[in-house]
């Protein structure tokens, strides 16, 4: 599929149902997921964005080179953005990476410092929403986002492969 930000159907997850019965009636859900292979390595990101009135923005793209962390904060920073043009409100965002959730959410002296440019880019964005959490989840209640991470792994490598062919 060419087009990352596609609206395709597909199965619901254990977060979504949670999601479709928020009783806020503006709440706005993400997911995000990023891999790197090896990792580091090649970097692709996935993300998830659903708003009450059924929105849907699906995020798989191809992310450059980095480590695991790089990736999950690409995906972060992706869904952010997309909330913003969105005018998201009352969003609640879930990451399997505890790396990513734990450096935003922590103090700022607990900051990694590899990080600190994702970490600031990720908070300027998180500012520009008025009512927004990031929380953990495990990898199992992040299919989605990881099936879209995984699908712009496997486009990237068919851009890889085509370009060798040529």
Same mark, same amino acid.
């Given at each position: ?5 596609? +609206?395709?159907?597909?199965? +619901? ?8 019965? !928020?009783?806020?009636? +503006? ?5 995000? /997921? %990023?891999?790197a292979?090896?990792?580091? @390595?090649? *970097?692709? =990101? @996935? &993300?998830?964005?659903? %708003?009450?009135? %059924?929105?849907?923005?699906? =995020? &798989? $793209?191809?992310? @450059?080179y %980095?480590?695991? !962390?790089?990736?999950? #904060?690409? &995906? ?5 953005? &997309?909330?913003?043009? *969105?005018?998201?409100?009352?969003? +609640? =965002? ?7 959730v734990?450096?935003?959410? @922590?103090? /700022? ?7 600190? /440019? #994702? ?12 009512d927004?959490? $990031? ?19 496997? $486009?990237?490598?068919?851009? =890889?492969? /085509?370009?060798?062919?040529?």
């Amino acid at each position: 599929m060419n087009d990352p930000l596609s +609206t395709e159907s597909h199965t +619901t997850t254990e977060p979504q149902r949670k999601a479709r019965h !928020s009783t806020h009636p +503006t709440a706005w859900h993400a997911w995000f /997921d %990023g891999s790197a292979r090896p990792n580091p @390595g090649r *970097c692709a =990101i @996935g &993300a998830l964005l659903k %708003g009450p009135q %059924g929105e849907l923005v699906e =995020i &798989a $793209l191809p992310a @450059g080179y %980095g480590n695991s !962390s790089d990736a999950e #904060y690409r &995906a972060l920073i992706a869904v952010l953005q &997309a909330a913003v043009e *969105c005018s998201a409100e009352s969003l +609640t =965002i879930y990451g399997d990476s505890l790396v990513v959730v734990d450096d935003v959410n @922590g103090p /700022d002296h607990a900051a990694a410092a590899v990080l600190r /440019d #994702y970490r600031a880019t990720a908070r300027a964005l998180l500012a520009q929403l008025s009512d927004v959490s $990031l929380r953990w989840v495990p990898r199992h209640r992040n299919l989605e986002a990881d099936a879209l991470s995984q699908r712009a792994a496997l $486009l990237a490598q068919e851009e =890889i492969d /085509d370009s060798i062919i040529e």
